[in-house]
């Protein structure tokens, strides 16, 4: 049965001898001799091979999990400013938060068999416009879910509510 050798700790150590003091102090000469240090251009490929070859940071925080009433919301166009995805039960109204009520250029339901109606009135309020109060549905295929300004819908969204198609 081998031990490794403790430090003693009136003996000191350096990490490029890359072994435990020894008693045969003409060895552990020899071994640190004959070794050179990585050119520093060993140094940087090894570098930014670790760096390439490690998982990407951005990876690290999981994508939300998609699922039927997933909505992302955001108050600029193409996903950018504050914005909230969240997943909302079906056939339920719901109010946009104040930083996003009438302020609301991405509405982008998630992939699946759902779509959304935008509404320009709170939930349980009454319709008095003309033209209806809402903009039809929307769903991941409609074109302009990333840029509600393109309809000018980002600045009369209040409330929504999702269905199954």
């Known amino acids: 049965m081998s031990t490794k050798p403790r430090l003693p ?7 490029s001898t890359l072994s435990y003091p020894a008693t045969n102090h003409a060895h552990t000469t020899a071994i640190t001799a004959n070794m050179s240090p990585l050119p520093k251009r060993t140094i940087f490929l090894l570098g930014l091979f670790l760096m390439t070859t490690q998982a990407n940071p951005l990876d690290a925080h999981p994508k939300p999990r998609r699922s039927i009433g997933g909505v992302l919301i955001c108050t600029n166009p193409n996903a950018t400013g ?11 109204c719901y109010n946009l938060p104040d930083a996003l009520r ?27 416009s003309p033209e209806g109060c809402t903009m039809g549905p929307v769903d991941s295929d409609y074109p302009h879910r990333y840029n509600l300004t393109a309809v000018s819908w980002d600045r009369f969204i209040t409330s929504f509510d999702c269905l199954l198609k």
Not at 9 to 15: A, E, R
Not at 82 to 92: A, I, R, S
């Open 82 to 92: 504050v914005c909230t995805h969240e997943t909302y039960q079906l056939n339920k």
């Open 9 to 15: 700790n009136s003996t000191p150590y350096h990490p």
């Open 102 to 128: 009438n302020n609301a250029a991405t509405f982008a339901p998630d992939p699946g068999n759902f779509f959304c109606y935008p509404y320009l009135k709170v939930c349980g309020g009454i319709c008095t």
